[in-house]
């Protein structure tokens, strides 16, 4: 047993410092590419978001235009205001400075998710669960350019942190848990609506304890522990509910503001568009009952789809036997469920889906941590039978791991994009579903465009800017072009059209000047259309 416990001693460690020299690289590569991320569809909405909420509160309330700004209202503007505020002391542009905070707050997913897997299976499971999701190209690519889903997935990740150590110190949660609990909750409400997601499996989770300790305790007993129990929580609620008004003012207007955010998005709100799905074009509110599965089941890592599925069968058998402590039962139906009834839920309600699994990112982490739980446990059960087996078992990780691993630094800095083996990667999962639905690859055409003029020394027409016809999002791409150019939607002669490899940009008959491709895969063309008329870029709206 002496042995045994210095092995583990021994692993413990080395896990940790592993789990240190993940977090420290990714936040290296990060601050070395946060540059080369380009701008998408809603950048442009987003970062005006933040900047009237920044004015909403710099003038005491007296602008309140943040109240009221498209649809951003209904949202939280943490992630916004983070942004606009950062731009003003650092010394990067305003959508650089997006990206430099989308990745740190990404790389504070990643630390949740490390201590979540750790404080569930020890460090083991912990560093694995870490790395399964920074070589998650589905979360790593959306950190840098998500405004809305990967902060959310950061959030949802802390709030089940919260729960997860509540559950494990029941009935006396501790001042740190209630604190983090509050944090979650008001960064987690404070982001979506959706966080209301998490109130299902908390109480799952609790309510297992409380059935289970009725049956071998007096009710009196189970009732004064629960009673006890909620009564050091409650704090968390009045201060998430401060920290939720403070990221989204609109929220605390009216007491049911909330309510009516959560009827807004649970109707389709724009106008339905079609969206490439398993080779079809379909209608978004149409989308099949499969969308999920059938996604989840192609974007994510093999490596992450085996070990994450090993670790829900684990939940389920320990939930069945219940051998270990109540707490801890409790707290892995909590992370299971913080998995699947999203998923469920989704899929019995039938909402319109679209744009990937931009939606659902914040499952990818408590599924990372369900992952990295699987591997702990194969990791002990190797080790009582030698180091050979132990290395047997580090190696199919490190080699499922380095799959996607090399997959992200071809696509780099398109990740998001990804596509399993399961799907051909990108070059069959063209055929048949959206790649880059944010256009962000214009980031890449622009730079090539912008260098092609300059190597040739070329200016524009005498009294005016270059003229690029856009079919993609136009406000990116001007911001991304610059001041020298000017987009435009085919109303006048353009110089050069730009779009985006979808299939509602046509293959324009005109010299390409620029190519951005991926393993085959064209993300973005820039054609030369000086001397010929600008053709309709478009075979159908784009969304």
Not at 5 to 32: E, G, H, K, P
Not at 282 to 287: F, K, R, S, T, Y
Not at 473 to 489: C, D, I, R, Y
Request: proline share 6%; aromatic share 12%; glycine share 8%.
């Amino acid at each position: 047993m002496l042995g045994a416990r210095s092995a583990d001693t021994f692993a413990d460690r080395v896990a940790d410092a592993l789990a240190i020299v993940v977090l420290l690289t990714v936040a290296l590569i990060a601050a070395v590419t946060f540059r080369d991320y380009g701008l998408g569809w809603d950048d442009f909405t987003h970062s005006q978001y933040g900047d009237l909420l920044l004015k909403l509160y710099g003038s005491g309330f007296a602008d309140a235009r943040a109240l009221s700004f498209v649809n951003l209202y209904k949202y939280g503007g943490g992630f916004d205001m983070a942004a606009a505020l950062a731009a003003k002391f650092l010394p990067f542009d305003l959508f650089e400075t997006r990206r430099l905070v989308g990745a740190a707050i990404g790389i504070v997913g990643l630390f949740v998710t490390w201590r979540l897997g750790r404080r569930l299976g020890g460090p083991v499971a912990g560093c694995a669960g870490l790395i399964l999701l920074a070589a998650c190209p589905l979360f790593y690519g959306h950190m840098f350019i998500n405004a809305k889903d990967a902060p959310f997935a950061t959030a949802m990740a802390v709030l089940l942190l919260g729960i997860v150590r509540a559950l494990d110190e029941y009935p006396r949660p501790s001042v740190r848990t209630v604190a983090l609990l509050a944090v979650g909750l008001g960064v987690a409400f404070g982001s979506r609506v959706l966080a209301a997601v998490a109130a299902p499996y908390a109480l799952a989770a609790l309510l297992l304890i409380v059935a289970t300790e009725a049956q071998h305790a007096a009710w009196k007993t189970t009732a004064e522990r629960a009673l006890t129990f909620i009564a050091i929580s409650l704090p968390s609620l009045a201060l998430g509910y401060l920290i939720m008004g403070l990221l989204w003012p609109w929220s605390i207007i009216s007491p049911l503001n909330p309510l009516d955010a959560a009827e807004y998005f649970d109707k389709f709100f724009e106008k339905p568009w079609k969206e490439l799905f398993d080779g079809k074009l379909i209608w978004v509110p149409e989308m099949p009952v499969t969308y999920l599965p059938h996604l989840f089941a192609l974007k994510l890592p093999i490596i992450m789809l085996l070990f994450g599925a090993i670790g829900l069968a684990g939940i389920a058998v320990i939930l069945i036997r219940g051998r270990i402590a109540l707490n801890r039962r409790a707290a892995l139906l909590a992370l299971a469920l913080a998995v699947l009834l999203p998923i469920v839920l989704a899929i019995i309600s039938h909402p319109a889906f679209y744009n990937g699994l931009r939606h659902f990112v914040f499952v990818v982490p408590p599924f990372a941590a369900a992952g990295g739980l699987a591997f702990g446990w194969l990791f002990a059960r190797a080790r009582f039978f030698g180091w050979p087996q132990i290395a047997a078992v580090c190696a199919v990780f490190a080699a499922g791991v380095s799959m996607p691993l090399i997959e992200m630094v071809r696509l780099h800095p398109l990740q998001y994009v990804s596509f399993n083996a399961f799907a051909g990667g990108i070059r069959q999962a063209q055929h048949n579903f959206m790649l880059d639905y944010w256009g962000v690859a214009f980031k890449q055409a622009s730079d090539e465009l912008k260098t092609r003029l300059k190597n040739g020394a070329e200016e524009p027409p005498q009294g005016r800017r270059w003229i690029v016809a856009i079919c993609g999002p136009q406000l990116a791409a001007q911001q991304m072009l610059g001041p020298q150019f000017e987009t435009t939607f085919n109303e006048k002669q353009a110089d050069f059209a730009m779009a985006v490899g979808a299939y509602y940009c046509e293959h324009l008959k005109a010299p390409v000047i620029a190519e951005i491709e991926r393993e085959g895969v064209v993300f973005a063309r820039v054609y030369d259309l000086r001397g010929i008329p600008t053709p309709e870029l478009l075979t159908q709206p784009p969304p």
